[in-house]
């Protein structure tokens, strides 16, 4: 087996995001992209946010990231207590 050349996930795959990571794509979020161009972006450069940044101010255009979804920290839910 052999590593891919990048690009999108395979089909089922889940993109986890560090709290860090999606500290980044939240940021790029807040220039005015959505969450999805912004994973991609992010992802694309190598999580370099910058590069990402420039990367959408040239017209990005993601295309999807495959239909993994993106998991950010914030969006899995907490742990429930165990039942008694």
């Known amino acids: 087996g052999g590593g891919g050349g990048g690009g999108a ?3 089922g795959s889940v993109i986890r995001l560090t709290r860090e990571e999606a500290d980044a794509v939240g940021r790029l979020c807040e220039l005015g992209f959505s969450r999805d161009d912004a994973v991609q972006a992010y992802l694309a450069c190598d ?6 940044a420039n990367l959408l ?3 990005f255009d993601g295309g999807g990231n495959g239909g993994a979804p993106v998991v ?4 899995e839910p907490a742990a429930a ?3 008694a």
Request: aromatic share 6%; hydrophobic share 30%.
């Open 57 to 59: 101010f040239d017209g």
């Open 72 to 75: 950010m920290p914030a969006d």
């Open 81 to 83: 207590p165990a039942p």
């Open 47 to 52: 999580k370099n946010e910058s590069l990402a």
């Open 9 to 11: 996930p395979p089909p």
